[in-house]
């Protein structure tokens, strides 16, 4: 007489294997997937701070430099205190039209805010009010 318990016995152990296995390579991506989350969120954050940087220090009662302590600000409110960034900003003609570049040189996170120094370069423009 067949019975389907007995060819089972032989699999038996393969299951807690294939577990882990399969939850070591499902946690892998999850992470994977995190890391990539993360230096979205870290370029996006300079890309937004960079442009309203630039916003900031073209009003008409702003300077440049007021507008690159702005960067600084809003980097430092998004980010991690461990995180790098240089901002630098600049008088540029766009078209024939006077304003300010703010650049943002970022670490390009690899591992959580650890990465690669001056991996992210950003920039924003903003026409000078007159």
């Known amino acids: 007489m067949y019975s ?15 577990f882990v296995m399969v ?3 499902v946690l892998m991506l999850f992470g994977v997937v995190l890391q990539i989350a993360f230096a979205l969120y870290a370029r996006n954050i300079m890309l937004d ?19 690159r302590t702005r960067t600084e600000e809003i980097i430092a409110g998004g980010l ?5 960034t240089t901002v630098s900003s600049s008088a540029v003609t766009v078209n024939g039209v006077d304003a300010i570049e703010i650049r943002v040189h970022g670490t ?6 650890f990465g690669f120094d001056q991996g992210i370069e950003v920039s924003g423009h903003a026409i000078v009010q007159k």
Not at 53 to 63: I, K, M, N, V
Not at 108 to 113: A, H, N, Q, T, Y
């Open 4 to 18: 389907p318990l007995q060819n089972d016995t032989k699999e038996r152990g393969n299951v807690t294997a294939e």
């Open 80 to 84: 991690p205190d461990i995180y790098q």
């Open 108 to 113: 390009l996170p690899v591992v959580g805010p």
């Open 49 to 67: 701070a960079a442009s309203a940087g630039a916003r900031y220090g073209t009003l008409l009662d702003r300077t440049e430099s007021e507008g």
């Open 23 to 25: 939850s070591a390579l």
